[in-house]
């Protein structure tokens, strides 16, 4: 005759056994399980060992690690109505992770479509010089309002990088042709300036010089040591204005003196 009472055992002890068994779980120190209790947000728990009721309870893990996410490349129109296509990384962590189970589907999804929204309204508001020179700047207006954003999210966004700017071909050649009339113009500023400069200092030396005419006699001989020791097949020797005008004068004819009847 069958025993109905050790067969009912015999069922009942592995049963239990398996819901035991499976109502253990163990999160590691980055993670946390958000329980719900019969549908209803219990707490959160973790890291360690978490018991868990089959059945009554349901257990999501969150990963609180900062998650590093790839913007994909972005058609942005400039304030100077310049179009470029921008690539950006954003790096975020969940904070409160009930928050990022309960107030959105799917917190990586999100995150991501709201940096690309961002990072158009954002770059489309400056001019294409402020986005190659400033680009610091901006990325912290879109690390900012992405950062207020997801705030409602359990989502921290610590860091927004502006990765690449491409311009077209056009566009590439026309900032080459800027920058080089922008070098050729401090160039000769630059040599206005040297110019200026000669030129005020040759006027204090012609000033010096002419308070003594002995110091002009020195420079002379100093300028002609000089050229004595180049290795030039032609040697120019200036000469004084006084003395080649006294050269180039004519003399004037002395009249015979008048015979005597």
Same mark, same amino acid.
């Given at each position: 005759?069958?025993?109905?009472?050790?067969?009912?055992g015999?069922?009942?002890?592995?049963?239990v056994?398996?819901l035991?068994?499976s109502?253990?779980?163990?999160?590691r120190?980055?993670?946390?399980?958000?329980?719900?209790?019969?549908?209803?947000f219990?707490?959160?728990?973790?890291?360690?060992?978490?018991l868990?009721?089959?059945?009554?309870?349901?257990?999501?893990?969150?990963?609180?690690?900062?998650?590093?996410?790839d913007?994909?490349?972005?058609?942005?129109?400039?304030?100077?109505?310049?179009?470029?296509k921008?690539?950006?990384?954003?790096?975020f962590?969940?904070?409160?992770?009930?928050?990022?189970i309960?107030q959105?589907?799917?917190?990586?999804?999100?995150?991501?479509? /709201?940096?690309?929204?961002? =990072?158009?309204v954002? *770059?489309?508001k400056?001019?294409?010089?402020?986005?190659? %020179?400033? &680009? $610091?700047r901006?990325n912290?207006?879109?690390?900012?309002i992405l950062d207020?954003q997801?705030?409602a999210w359990g989502?921290?966004v610590?860091?927004v990088?502006?990765?690449?700017?491409?311009?077209?071909?056009s566009?590439?050649r026309?900032?080459a042709?800027?920058?080089?009339?922008?070098?050729?113009?401090?160039?000769?500023?630059?040599?206005?300036e040297?110019?200026?400069?000669?030129?005020?200092?040759?006027?204090?030396a012609?000033?010096?010089?002419?308070?003594?005419?002995?110091?002009?006699?020195?420079?002379?001989?100093q300028?002609?040591?000089?050229?004595?020791g180049?290795?030039?097949?032609?040697i120019v020797?200036? /000469?004084?204005?006084d003395? =080649?005008?006294r050269? *180039?004068q004519?003399?004037?004819?002395?009249?015979?003196p %008048?015979? &005597? $009847?």
């Amino acid at each position: 005759m069958f025993d109905f009472n050790l067969g009912l055992g015999t069922v009942l002890v592995p049963v239990v056994l398996i819901l035991l068994a499976s109502s253990f779980r163990i999160l590691r120190e980055y993670e946390r399980g958000v329980v719900f209790q019969l549908g209803r947000f219990w707490r959160v728990k973790g890291p360690g060992l978490v018991l868990v009721i089959p059945g009554l309870q349901q257990m999501v893990r969150v990963d609180l690690r900062v998650v590093t996410m790839d913007v994909e490349p972005q058609d942005v129109i400039s304030r100077d109505n310049v179009s470029v296509k921008v690539n950006a990384v954003v790096f975020f962590r969940v904070v409160a992770a009930d928050k990022a189970i309960i107030q959105v589907e799917n917190y990586l999804m999100a995150t991501s479509q /709201l940096a690309q929204t961002t =990072l158009r309204v954002v *770059l489309g508001k400056h001019e294409l010089d402020e986005m190659l %020179a400033e &680009r $610091e700047r901006l990325n912290l207006d879109v690390q900012q309002i992405l950062d207020a954003q997801t705030g409602a999210w359990g989502i921290k966004v610590t860091n927004v990088e502006i990765k690449h700017i491409d311009l077209n071909e056009s566009m590439v050649r026309a900032i080459a042709r800027q920058a080089e009339a922008e070098r050729e113009r401090r160039a000769k500023v630059i040599h206005a300036e040297g110019e200026k400069q000669a030129a005020v200092s040759l006027l204090e030396a012609a000033r010096m010089l002419a308070q003594q005419p002995e110091a002009m006699q020195l420079r002379y001989l100093q300028t002609m040591t000089q050229v004595a020791g180049d290795r030039a097949s032609t040697i120019v020797f200036p /000469l004084p204005m006084d003395l =080649l005008g006294r050269m *180039l004068q004519t003399p004037q004819p002395t009249s015979p003196p %008048a015979q &005597r $009847e």
